[in-house]
């Protein structure tokens, strides 16, 4: 029973906290070297890992459906299955996991850290907002990155799977590209998947810098704040990824 | 004496079970220095944060400048804070800027300066605490000592009419130390603050202050002009200032006797 109520209780603080996030991002726009800033840091700084996962991905999965669509004499599919498995699914998801571990743990470390070490304290005490001037920012920045890791990981794990199909297995590369071209829409895979990631980047980017702020400021505080965010926001990136798929391919 | 700059009404704090404040009544007088001291976890800091706003008393009310700081809409209180300046204990300086940067960020914030004022303004505070020369390093950078000096002129950044130090003589060798209370009993003088300074360092706080306030268990203990606490008889302030280990704040932490809890286990 306590557990719920605490479970209820942050809900709500998490609800407000994200009220008063979304009050602060029209000023953003006064300052948005403070985005940039972010961007490079929350999403440049996961390009490399999104990168080489993508590349993994899109080779491991050409491999194994090169094996499954070679008994239905059907490899010239190969490129069309990598790509909508990728667009659809795997892109916004993987992403959005690697993307938690990576940026979302960083997120809430830096920001309990901060209160930790009484930085945020520090600003309200000279009259600036933490939330508008630390959070918002952060929060908008992951927001902004999380749709182009997961297009920029769906794009190398095509060429991952091109790589791995076309040139070492033989799949022709005509039929690869061609396939691709006539099977997969813009709005109903593409879009979809846009739209995919543009949720989970608003999922983990709020429980990231809400565990952050919530957390309490000691090591071990800090240090649960990080472990539930990568949980918390894989699960939820998880859950999400049903609810919308079920809505968007009924 | 001078007016009361911040006065303490029958203020009620509690944390979870725990009161922290029983009904305090303080006056802080405009342009004296008052030491608020007592033992650890009496919720000194608390009671910086409660008046700087950043923390609601259960009752009582706190008057900074006339106003009452819990009463106030948030851009109102923000006006207030600006003319509040606070030292943290561990400096509380933004890691990912450099000295220089730190103390123009609240002059960025609240001010249309020009980069070149705000550069004169920056190099001025530094000097007044005697690292000019080093506002280009990071805070990862500086001694304890240092990062409190950058702290205090990040803290005299927009000339508040007073400044609250939290422990400023926890864990500084006796050199930083000395820099540091000549730095609070200059900076008071020179800018004609008040300054409110909570720090269990007995003989530092006593060489600086004017006032003194003692509070234990949720209560002021003692207040006085420094010279009447030196000389007070109160037990509480005796204990406190010659460091007895005995005395109203027992050796022993409350609750059962040894001789109970050897009994209850041999039952």
């Known amino acids: ?250 | 004496m001078t007016q009361a700059l911040i006065q303490i009404r029958n203020l009620h704090f509690s944390r979870g079970r725990s009161k922290i404040f029983d009904g305090i009544d303080m006056d802080i007088h405009a342009g004296r220095i008052t030491a608020v001291m007592g033992p650890s976890g009496t919720g000194k800091t608390t009671l910086l944060k409660l008046i700087g706003g950043q923390l609601k008393p259960d009752a009582g009310e706190i008057m900074v400048d006339g106003l009452n700081v819990h009463q106030l809409k948030r851009a109102d209180l923000y006006k207030l804070r600006q003319k509040m300046g606070m030292l943290f204990q561990s400096g509380a300086l933004l890691t990912d800027l450099s000295v220089f940067e730190n103390i123009a960020y609240p002059l960025r914030e609240h001010t249309n300066l020009s980069d070149s004022l705000i550069r004169s303004m920056v190099l001025i505070k530094l000097q007044a605490v005697g690292l000019s020369s080093a506002h280009h390093l990071m805070p990862s950078e500086l001694s304890g000592g240092m990062a409190r000096r950058v702290a205090l002129a990040r803290a005299m950044a927009l000339d508040p009419m007073m400044i609250m130090y939290d422990e400023p003589f926890t864990g500084q060798d006796p050199i930083s130390l000395g820099v540091l209370v000549k730095l609070i009993r200059d900076t008071n003088n020179a800018l004609k603050l008040t300054s409110i300074v909570v720090s269990h360092d007995v003989d530092e706080t006593l060489s600086i202050a004017d006032d003194v306030k003692i509070i234990s268990q949720g209560k002021v203990v003692a207040a006085g002009t420094k010279e009447e606490i030196k000389h007070s008889d109160s037990p509480w302030v005796r204990q406190f200032i010659d460091g007895q280990a005995d005395g109203p704040v027992p050796f022993h932490y409350p609750g059962d006797t040894i001789e109970q809890q050897l009994l209850q286990d041999i039952r």
């Open chain 1, 1 to 250: 029973m306590k557990a719920l109520i605490n479970s209820v209780s942050r809900l709500g603080r998490g609800t407000i906290f994200l009220s008063k996030i979304l009050a602060g991002i029209p000023q953003l726009f006064l300052r948005f070297q403070l985005v940039v800033q972010q961007v490079y840091s929350v999403g440049v700084q996961t390009l490399f890992i999104t990168l080489i996962a993508g590349l993994f991905v899109g080779m491991v999965l050409a491999l194994q459906l090169y094996y499954t669509l070679t008994t239905f004499g059907a490899t010239d599919t190969l490129g069309m299955i990598v790509d909508l498995s990728l667009v659809r699914e795997l892109g916004p998801v993987v992403a959005a996991l690697l993307f938690a571990g990576r940026a979302g743990s960083a997120l809430t470390a830096e920001i309990g850290l901060m209160k930790a070490t009484e930085q945020l304290s520090g600003l309200e005490m000279m009259a600036v907002d933490p939330v508008h001037r630390i959070i918002a920012p952060r929060f908008l920045a992951g927001f902004i990155s999380m749709p182009l890791l997961a297009a920029i990981f769906s794009a190398v794990g095509i060429l991952g799977a091109y790589s791995v199909g076309v040139d070492l297995l033989g799949v022709d590369s005509g039929a690869f590209w061609s396939q691709i071209q006539a099977k997969v829409d813009f709005y109903d895979d593409v879009m979809n998947g846009i739209i995919k990631s543009v949720v989970f980047g608003f999922i983990v980017s709020w429980i990231a810098v809400f565990e952050g702020y919530d957390c309490i400021p000691t090591s071990e505080g800090v240090a649960r704040a990080t472990t539930r965010t990568v949980v918390h926001s894989s699960l939820a990136v998880l859950a999400m990824d049903f609810v919308l798929t079920a809505i968007m391919y009924q």
